[in-house]
C-alpha cells in the first residue's frame, strides 16, 4: 500500500525532559524536514523549562504536530501546535493554553491591552491591539486560565518568524534613508 495515501499517525510521549532537539529528532524520523528553525523556535520555552512532556503526531510528509505541557502548579503552559510545509515556508499554527496566578481580574486590571469583548457562559473572550484574541476562564482555586491562538509563518532559510524578518528589514532600510 503506497505511503502517499495512508493516514500515518505516530503518537509518542517523550521522557520527562524534553528539548527542541528531541522534537526535531522525532520530526526527522516522521520524514518531516526543513521546519527546524520553526521546531525550536515555538518550543524555545519548553526546552528553557526543562520539566516538559510532549506528545508527538503526523500526517504524511507535509505536517507534523506537537502538544507540550510544562511549568509549575500555578504557572503552566500548553501548546499545540501544528507545521505545515508549504513551499519554502514553514506555517506553525498554535492553540496556547496558561494559568495565570491571580483572578481573571486581576490579570486584566494587569494587562489592560486585552480588552473583553463578550462574556459568555463562563468564558471571557478578549482582544488584544494586535488583534489576537483570549478566553479566558477563572478557575475554582482562584487562579485564571488564558486560552489563545497564534499563526507564524517562518521561511525555511531564517530561524525567525517571517513577519519579524520583514519588520527588521524594514527597519535597517529606514535607517540607511535617514
Request: proline fraction near 3%.
Amino acid at each position: 500500500m503506497p505511503r502517499k495515501g495512508l493516514i500515518c499517525l505516530l503518537f509518542s510521549l517523550l521522557p520527562l525532559q524534553v528539548g527542541a532537539s528531541n522534537l526535531i529528532e522525532l520530526a526527522h524520523k516522521a520524514g518531516f524536514d526543513r521546519c527546524d528553525a520553526a521546531i525550536t523556535t515555538e518550543f524555545k520555552d519548553l526546552a528553557e523549562q526543562g520539566n516538559g512532556v510532549a506528545s508527538t503526531g503526523y500526517f504524511n510528509d507535509r505536517s507534523f504536530n506537537i502538544m507540550a505541557t510544562w511549568g509549575s502548579q500555578k504557572d503552566s503552559v500548553w501548546k499545540n501546535t501544528t507545521f505545515i510545509k508549504f513551499g519554502r515556508s514553514c506555517l506553525a499554527y498554535s492553540v496556547i493554553g496558561t494559568v495565570y496566578g491571580g483572578s481573571c481580574s486581576a490579570f486584566n486590571d494587569k494587562n489592560p491591552q486585552w480588552g473583553v469583548i463578550k462574556e459568555q457562559g463562563g468564558f471571557t473572550w478578549t482582544k488584544n491591539k494586535g488583534g489576537v484574541n483570549a478566553i479566558m476562564k477563572s478557575l475554582p482555586n482562584g487562579s485564571c486560565e488564558i486560552t489563545y491562538r497564534i499563526h507564524q509563518n517562518y521561511d525555511t532559510t531564517s530561524p525567525q518568524p517571517a513577519t519579524e524578518k520583514k519588520k527588521s528589514a524594514k527597519k535597517s532600510s529606514d535607517k540607511k534613508g535617514s
